[in-house]
Structure formats: C-alpha cells, structure tokens
C-alpha cells in the first residue's frame, strides 16, 4: 500500500535559517504530491503539489520537488519566518478509481524562534 | 465562499453518549472525507464518500457511521462514544475533475470523550 515518511519533529530554527524538512514515499503508479500546512488551532490548509516527476510546487517562499527516482518530496525554505511556526504533512494521492485518497505522513512541528 | 465548514467546534461527551459531527461544502465538489488526527499518528481516513449516494469505508471506520445527505453535507455519527474516541475530527472535500485531486479542509471538531 501507499505510505508516507517524515523527518520527526520538533524542528526548532532561529528566524532567517534555512529549512529543510524531509519526506519520502511508497506508491504504485504516478501519485500527486502535496505538503499541507496545519497552523495552531485551525485545519490544513494546501501548501503546495505537484503532479509528476521534476514538478517545482512552490508558494510563500517554499519549494519542493517530485523525485521520483528517490521518490522524495522534500520541503525548503531559505529563509524561514516566526509566522512559518506550524506543522507541516507530506501527502501523497495515488488519484486512483472514483475517489482519490490523500495517504498522510505524521506530520513535523516547526518552531521559529527570534 | 464559506469552503468546508464543520459543528461544533468543541464537545465534551460521556462514554456511551452519541452525537453528529456536521460538514458541508459550499465548493460543489463530488468527494467528501472525514478523518481524526491523533497527535504522532498523522490524519486516519475514518469513511468517504466519492459521490453523492455513496459511502465507503477508510482507514478506521470501526464505532463509526456516515450520511452522505446531499452534494454538500456529509455527516459523522458516533453511536456510543468510548474514550478512545477523543481526538479532533476533519471533514475535507474534493473535486475529482481532472487532478490532481487535492483535498480542501474545515476547521475541526476538537472531541473529548470521558
């Protein structure tokens, strides 16, 4: 079946420091690819995709790309802000028959500090 | 353009108490999700429904049961609440229509079982 790894978290960072946070996947076919960002106290909310191998998803300064011969997703960010405080899902959709399910990593928390 | 909305936001139940979560989506998309996110575990798809007039279990579907009402409205029912039912539920949507098949999700309903 389909499966979804993190880097575990906390991930603490001072403000202005580079992020990286890791994902890799297991699934048949050409999945999509998704990282979903979860603030304090509110439901996720889209991030970024992308749909096929060398895709660049990008948004708000981040960025990752669909390797697919490491089959990774990786999540960057040059320079991260207190207000990217958050815990962040990898998330993959095999889109397969009439409704596609998201298979979820378990998400990692980052904390920006001044 | 409300997008996915959920009730209540809160609720404090006693074991064997049952009660409906609500959610409707102002989206007109044709897929409907529930899932509950337990902390180190991620989102757990819990039953969806890819159409209206159809529901299908997921993940975890056990003590659980779902209406699809219509287009918009798609319900969880916790028959008899047990402890191991605490945890915050979100009810997300999609659009099939040609990839790449991203979910849009609610607030949550965060639910405490004594």
């Known amino acids: 079946g389909n499966s979804v790894t993190q880097m575990e978290g906390p991930v603490t960072l001072s403000e202005e420091a580079f992020l990286t946070i890791n994902c890799t996947y297991t699934?048949?076919?050409?999945?999509?690819l998704f990282w979903y960002v979860q603030y304090p106290g509110e439901g996720l909310q889209l991030l970024l995709k992308?749909?096929?191998?060398?895709d660049k998803g990008s948004n708000k300064g981040f960025e990752a790309t669909y390797r697919k011969e490491t089959t990774s997703f990786h999540l960057e960010k040059g320079s991260v802000q207190v207000s990217d405080s958050a815990v962040y899902f990898c998330?993959?959709?095999?889109?397969?028959?009439?409704?596609?399910?998201?298979?979820f990593g378990t998400g990692t928390r980052l904390q920006v500090t001044l | 353009n409300a997008g996915v909305t959920q009730t209540p936001k809160f609720q404090v139940l006693k074991t064997g108490q049952s009660m409906t979560l609500q959610c409707a989506q102002d989206?007109?998309?044709?897929?409907m999700y529930w899932y509950r996110q337990d902390p180190g575990m991620g989102l757990r798809l819990i039953y969806y429904?890819?159409?209206?007039?159809?529901?299908d279990k997921g993940e975890v579907p056990n003590g659980y049961n779902v209406s699809r009402l219509n287009k918009r409205e798609f319900s969880l029912r916790l028959e008899s609440a047990a402890p191991s039912q605490t945890s915050v539920y979100f009810c997300?949507?999609?659009?099939?229509?040609?990839?790449?098949?991203?979910?849009?999700f609610g607030p949550g309903t965060r639910l405490t079982v004594l």
């Open positions: 989206m007109n998309h044709n897929s």
């Open positions: 997300a949507s999609s659009n099939l229509a040609g990839g790449p098949y991203e979910q849009f």
């Open positions: 699934a048949t076919g050409y999945p999509s």
């Open positions: 429904s890819a159409s209206e007039g159809t529901t």
């Open positions: 998330a993959l959709s095999d889109g397969a028959g009439t409704a596609s399910k998201l298979t």
């Open positions: 992308a749909t096929k191998a060398d």
